[in-house]
């Protein structure tokens, strides 16, 4: 049976793609940092899913999680956290975490799996980014800069995996746009998270069920939904339009996020 290790998996999208994965016939491990709450998500999973204890920022602990697998096929970087304010109010060692879990977090995975699949000469990480590492919206400023990075060291892998004539070892990245999990339940009277709001607000398990489309079909870049990737890269290419529609959009936000509060939120 193929193994395939998610972190973060105990909890929002990450628990779906577990589900999934388990659904397609993987043995996965439920890799997070809140060690109880791996135990439950394993449990609910059933026999095919296991608990891993991990902190992502911890390179040697992902090197050894990546080599007690059993037959590692899939590697799913999921693991992060979003703190919102704008990006002088941080305090530093809230920018220090984001950094670690979104950016090193992911690039230690990625490197970990990636020491087994090069071995193998197969094998697919799957990291999930978000629109934020395609544009940096206000008040998720520091988080978009960990995607960005986090985006930027995914796609310049794949390009160096290529450059050494490795072929059947893929990365692919998913940037989906907001996703009701328990990273935004205590964000919807936030104003600082109206960007979350700014589109679709999708549930786990939709993003989970597109990301299994990569298992057959690996992307460099799987936005979701993929209009919202045309538009903030517009942004991204005229900076200058987006500086002067940013008013606009972010007012358009705060109302969908206003609405969304008061006509109840999806089940949790
Ligand atoms: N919720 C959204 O709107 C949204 C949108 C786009 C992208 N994303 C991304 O999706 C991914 C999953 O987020 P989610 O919304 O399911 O959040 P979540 O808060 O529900 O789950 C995050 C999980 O990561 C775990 N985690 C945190 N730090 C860790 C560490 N150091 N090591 C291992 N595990 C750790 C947590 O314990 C939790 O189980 C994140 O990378 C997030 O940035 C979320």
């Keep these: 049976m193929p193994g395939a290790l998610v972190t973060g998996g105990a909890s929002g999208l990450g628990f779906a793609i577990s589900r999934a994965l388990v659904e397609r016939g993987f043995e996965v491990w439920i890799a997070d940092i809140d060690e109880g709450a791996a135990a439950a998500a394993a449990a609910q999973l059933g ?39 704008p990006s002088w109010e941080h305090p530093a060692d809230e920018v220090a975490a984001m950094f670690a879990v979104n950016t090193t977090g992911l690039i230690n995975g990625t490197l970990a799996a990636l020491a087994v699949f090069r071995a193998r000469r197969r094998g697919h990480v799957i990291n999930i980014i978000s629109l934020a590492g ?8 520091v988080y978009a800069a960990t995607k960005h990075a986090a985006l930027a060291f995914s796609t310049g892998t794949l390009l160096d995996l290529r450059a050494a004539g490795v072929r059947d070892v893929h990365i692919s990245s998913v940037c989906p746009d907001g996703i009701w999990t328990p ?8 104003p600082q998270a109206a960007p979350s709001w700014s589109g679709v607000m999708f549930r786990p398990e939709q993003v989970a069920a597109r990301a299994m489309t990569l298992i057959d079909r690996p992307r460099p870049i799987l936005v979701l939904p993929r209009w919202r990737g045309a538009l903030v890269r ?13 008013p606009l959009v972010m007012a358009d936000a705060r109302r969908k996020q206003r609405a969304f509060a008061r006509k109840g939120r999806p089940p949790a």
């Design 47 to 85: 026999p095919r899913a296991r608990p891993l204890w991990l902190d992502v920022a911890d390179r040697a602990a992902c090197d050894s999680a990546a080599a007690a697998v059993t037959d590692l096929a899939v590697w799913v970087n999921n693991a992060g956290i979003l703190r919102t304010r």
């Design 134 to 141: 395609l544009v940096a919206p206000p008040g998720e400023t």
């Design 183 to 190: 990273m935004l339940y205590d964000k919807v009277d936030d």
């Design 234 to 246: 517009t942004f991204d290419a005229f900076p200058r339009l987006g500086l002067r529609l940013a």
